[in-house]
């Protein structure tokens, strides 16, 4: 009798860990081509520092280094001032995917995944074959840990090459230093831009910058308050999809049905909780256990029945108005600003906050397209700029009324810099390199109204500025007519063509006094 195929498929069908996926799959983390693997791997250590001294209530000093070894082989090197990390988590850290300590916690942070920085260290090993060399310190009463490492990607574990103490001058911190191929190159989508465009919406943050030529940026910080802390949130039922819900129910410790709805979600008091019991038809005092499927889809329902207040928004931490402007006025030099900061709104149970801020005019040319940023959770988003939804809520916004040109499906045209935040406890990227944000019709919405908002103010700054330029030509023509008009009345008339001269000039001067209050007025209104 022959062996059936699916013995012969079995022989082959076996578990792939997640870290030879990537291995195989580096594009999906954004590693695609040599430059965009510069800035990724810069990237995901930059993030991380900053989280770390945001979580510490640090003030961030990150060094980034970048040092040319050879044709297309770079030695990054980030350093930072943040809380350190403990000896026995160095490994899993940087050499083990999936692992990190923000994507169970339901609060604002730049990471989100566990993925990212070994992610660059897979990279750097698939490309150099060099290991991840880090140096972290927890306090000055403490040695700082030297850790030599590499993944094993068969079992998606660390491998130690090396470890130990070392002496480090530093009070606690961390550094990485990874060997990758890579290109480098100034301009839009570089490191160069990224963390330019960091250090607009983290006015809070130091960056010091040393680039491969071995030219040294330093990106001041231009606030020393700390953004407020991020409080994490328990889940909002309106989030909740059916599948962990049952989860919830399995490992849940609660007693009753009530303590569980009490205990674990947001914005669930035991009045509320009874209602969607009731709506449900599960007596409050059942163990979460014993719920079954169908019993699961009844609450599901309920649920959606149900009026619940919104989730808290302590979870998010906008950037907020001021200092949106003054990160764009540190980085933009441009002559009228203008910041929005909307109130939280929620997709999917998931609170969150839009901010939009324009830098017009200045020394920008006004005869291409706006300049879009785009950040997520106060990081820059360089790459796939057509599939994020801030670029969609920029095309959809008509900007010819405020000013700009603008075809249509395209972005206006006008020297204008445009910066869209989004700001959330999980802002819905489109894929694990964290580069574009998901279309959720709530989130383009509140995007076009802060757009809207900023760009009204733009329209009746351009307006008037507009005006303004047109009396002045107007002025100067007259201006030139003068002595042809002087000597035509003087025919005319009789008089002396002298005192015609001087009279229309003394006319012309009120005129342009009233012109000159007049921009005085706009550049008040530009400084408000
Ligand atoms: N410089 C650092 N200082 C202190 N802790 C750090 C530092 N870098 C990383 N960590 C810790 O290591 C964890 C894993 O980092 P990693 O970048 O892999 O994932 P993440 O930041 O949680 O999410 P993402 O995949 O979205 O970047 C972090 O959650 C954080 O707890
Ligand atoms: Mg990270």
């Known amino acids: 009798m022959a062996i059936p195929i699916a013995e012969e498929l079995a022989k082959k069908q076996r578990e792939i860990s997640v870290a030879e996926f990537f291995e195989r799959n580096k594009h999906l983390l954004g590693f695609d081509n040599k430059r965009k693997a510069l800035l990724t791997v810069i990237k995901e250590a930059v993030d991380n520092s900053l989280d770390a001294c945001e979580e510490a209530k640090i003030l961030p000093e990150v060094k980034v280094e970048i040092i040319e070894m050879s044709e297309e082989r770079f030695r990054i090197i ?146 020393d308050k700390l953004p407020k802390e991020a409080v994490a949130i328990k889940p909002h039922p309106y989030g909740v999809e059916l599948g962990i ?52 889809e009844m609450i599901m329902k309920a649920i959606r029945d149900t009026k619940i207040i919104a989730p808290p928004t302590d979870c998010i931490v906008p950037i907020g108005k001021e200092l949106l402007e003054k990160g ?3 980085e933009v030099n441009a002559e009228f600003y203008v910041t929005v900061s909307r109130s939280p709104e929620v997709y999917r149970g998931i609170p969150f906050v839009v901010e939009a801020g324009l830098a017009y005019g200045g020394e920008q040319p006004g005869d291409e397209s706006v300049k879009l940023l785009r950040f997520a959770n106060r990081v820059p988003l360089l790459y796939q700029q057509s599939s994020c939804a801030c670029f969609k809520s920029v095309i959809q916004t008509n900007w010819k009324p405020y000013g700009l040109q603008q075809s249509q499906s395209a972005l206006p045209v006008g020297p204008l810099t445009l910066a869209v935040h989004l700001a959330s406890v ?87 006094e009233f012109i000159e209050q007049n921009q005085v007025r706009l550049q008040g209104e530009k400084d408000d």
């Not at 001032?81 to 403990?86: A, E, H, L, S, Y």
């Not at 205990?263 to 035991?270: A, I, M, Q, T």
């Open 426 to 512: 999980w802002p819905p990227f489109t894929s694990e390199a964290k580069e574009a944000l998901a279309h959720y019709p709530e989130i383009i919405k509140e995007m076009k109204l802060a757009l809207q908002e900023a760009g009204r103010q733009l329209g009746i700054y351009v307006n008037k500025r507009k005006k303004a330029k047109e009396e002045q030509e107007r002025v100067s023509i007259f201006e030139n007519y003068i002595p042809e008009v002087a000597s035509a009345l003087s025919r005319i008339t009789g008089k002396s063509k002298d005192s015609i001269n001087a009279s229309m000039k003394r006319m012309l001067a009120k005129s342009k």
């Open 328 to 330: 764009l006025k540190k």
């Open 78 to 223: 980030v350093e930072d001032n943040g809380p350190g990390i403990v000896k026995k988590q160095i490994p899993n850290i940087f050499a083990q995917l999936l692992y990190g300590s923000k994507f169970h916690t339901m609060k604002q942070s730049r990471g989100q995944q566990g993925i990212g920085i070994s992610a660059a260290v897979l990279y750097a090993q698939l490309t150099t074959g060099r290991p991840v060399k880090i140096v972290s310190k927890i306090s000055p009463d403490h040695p700082a840990h030297y850790y030599e490492l590499h993944i094993d990607t068969t079992n998606n574990k660390p491998e130690i090459m090396k470890e130990g103490d070392i002496p480090w001058k530093k009070d606690k911190g961390t550094k990485v230093e990874l060997d990758i191929e890579a290109t480098y190159q100034k301009g839009d989508q570089s490191v160069d831009q990224y963390l330019k465009a960091t250090a607009i919406v983290n006015p809070h943050a130091t960056i010091i910058y040393t680039n491969p030529k071995a030219e040294q940026l330093v990106l001041t910080r231009a606030t």
């Open 245 to 296: 819900m049952l989860k919830m129910l399995r490992n849940s410790d609660s007693r009753t049905m009530q303590s569980f709805f009490c205990n674990e979600f947001s914005r669930v008091g035991p009045q509320t909780a009874k209602e969607i019991l009731d709506k449900a038809k599960i007596s409050p005092q059942q163990k979460p256990g014993e719920i079954v499927l169908a019993q699961v």
